[in-house]
């Protein structure tokens, strides 16, 4: 498929179709993997993503405090994932941003299009669907949403949604106090290496430099959910990514060789350590392999906030302090934009080898 202008699956999916275009179907040897997703929601058996209760993270108990950070620790050196509870963030602004992002996406595609990204040109802020990057024209089944929500300073508010007319202040609201737990649980795997708290989040960036980027996620009913994904396996390039969602089961982590669905806990954040991290910490710190499923009932939409550092101002690599003789550096110094353009092309070239 050549296309300048990518096609919107929602238009796709309310169109009637019963066969999905060929360019969503994924290989056979991933449909092999691809099963129902609420019947996999609803499993017990097997390992479960974590969750961690954040309730005593600040306990004046040191032994309080210090059972939370290191569960904390366990699950990103384990996992890399965990549903992250009593996390500070009102539930009821939690809703607010939710329902702010739904009624945006309520609105016709039409409407929506006025806010078109234009990802060949580098504008890739505003509403837009992924284009195929690999020779195969490989397409996920999602739209979404995608804009810079911290530091205040850089963001485009002329970018910004306008419909509902409270999407910016709960955006703004929600942003400003995920920066704050941002610092604060960077400080645990930070102090997990034997660093100083601050270590980790002054390499990604710190207060100034850390950039914020929410994308909302929105994925149409698939008319033929076992041959499709709505985001394929990959692993964030951030140093921590938080995701909410509407509750609608999608998520899948592989762990220990098999695909394990999250369960969707309310008033939870999902939390990923990023490749940044991964890198920084010489892997003791895990970024875990993840994909996105789809289904034929339910719209699911997910708002992930990516917390990335600046594309070029730092190199990213092992810090000397984790990395020994026993131990060598596992990644080799590159910058952020260099890591994402390093994945890119290592994904071309085992398409190559297929
Ligand atoms: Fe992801």
Known sequence: MVNSVAPRVESLATSG???????YV?????????TNIFEEEKKEEGPQVPTIDLKEIDSEDIKVRE???????????????????????????????????EVFFQQSVEEK???????????????????????SGQLEWEDYFFHLVFPEEKRDMSIW??????????????????????????????????LEEGR??????????????????YYPKCPQPELALGVEAHTDVSALTFILHNMVPGLQLFYQGKWV?????????????????????????????HRGLVNKEKVRISWAVFCEPPKEKI??????????????????????AQHIQHKLFRKTQEEFKN
């Not at 939370?68 to 602004?93: F, P, Q, T």
């Not at 980790?200 to 996620?217: A, D, F, P, R, T």
């Not at 190199?315 to 952020?336: G, H, N």
């Open 161 to 194: 949604p306008k419909t509902p007319s409270d999407y910016i202040e709960a955006t703004s609201e929600y942003a400003k106090q995920l920066r704050i737990l941002v610092t604060k649980i960077l400080s645990i795997p930070s102090i997990g290496l034997g």
């Open 26 to 34: 994924r290989t056979i040897e991933e449909q092999t993997s691809i």
């Open 113 to 135: 299009e006025k806010y078109a990204n234009d990802q060949e040109t580098g504008k890739i802020a505003g509403y837009g669907s992924k284009l195929a990057n690999n020779a």
């Open 315 to 336: 190199i990213l690599k092992p810090l000397p302090e984790v990395v020994s003789e026993d131990e060598p550096a596992l990644f080799p110094p590159r910058t952020f």
């Open 261 to 289: 669905t999250a369960k969707c806990v309310p008033n939870s954040i999902i939390m990923h350590i990023g490749d940044t991290i991964e890198i920084l910490s010489n892997g003791k710190y895990k970024s875990i392999l």
């Open 67 to 101: 059972k939370c950070r290191e569960e904390l620790k366990k699950a990103a050196m384990d996992w890399g994932v965990m549903h992250l509870v009593n996390h500070g963030i009102s539930n009821e602004l939690l809703e607010k941003v939710k329902k702010a992002g």
């Open 200 to 217: 980790l989040e002054q390499e990604v960036g710190g207060m100034e430099e850390l950039l914020l980027q929410m994308k909302i996620n």
């Open 17 to 23: 179709i019963q066969s999905i275009p060929k360019e």
